[in-house]
């Protein structure tokens, strides 16, 4: 938690604009992340989801991921339920352990970088500084995406999949004139990803 808090200050500062209103913007997607890990201890401490929600099931895949890798079970053979993000939550596991809060806190911090892409598009549209900021904060504390992006759910890697999207292409329609290999790279990422989010939705 304290460490994907760090990395964000260093790489949320790094990546926001310079000028008045950086170190705010920072410290307010610092807080959209602290509104997430609180409602992580608050679902997954008092037990909210044990019926068998999504980020339980995925929870649960994600440990028989882990146990596989432990194993020696190469990551293309192993054997898995859902999406590849049970896959990917797998390998984080089998990395750091199983430990569903931190698999919930590394989605607070897909979170936190969704609503820095959705501040930055909203610079690129011309959006002054301000209402970029409150129309990415406003997403960011939105009560039902803190919830569903504070467990061990797919949808903080869905949502970033979707902004990322969303900045690339507006990224390549401003460079349309150009076709230069950086052009070309931008248009085979944005395919990349159309191609991976497909996949994320496949159960």
Known sequence: MFALTALWLLIGYRTSPAGK?????????????????????????????????????????????????????????VDYAYTWYTLLLGIQYALTGASRHAGSFVNAFHAAWCGQLLFLTGLRLGFSRRKAGIVAAAWLFMPNLVIWTSDTRKESISFLAAMLLWHLALVLLQRRKKTDVKALLLLSVICLLLWVSTLLRIY
């Open 21 to 77: 209103g950086r170190r705010l913007w920072v410290v307010v997607v610092m807080l959209a992340m602290f509104v997430r890990f609180a409602a992580t201890w608050s679902i997954i401490g008092t037990q909210a989801d044990s019926t068998g929600t999504d980020g339980l099931l995925y929870h649960k895949v994600a440990i028989h991921v882990m146990e596989q890798l432990h194993a020696g079970i190469p990551v293309s053979r």
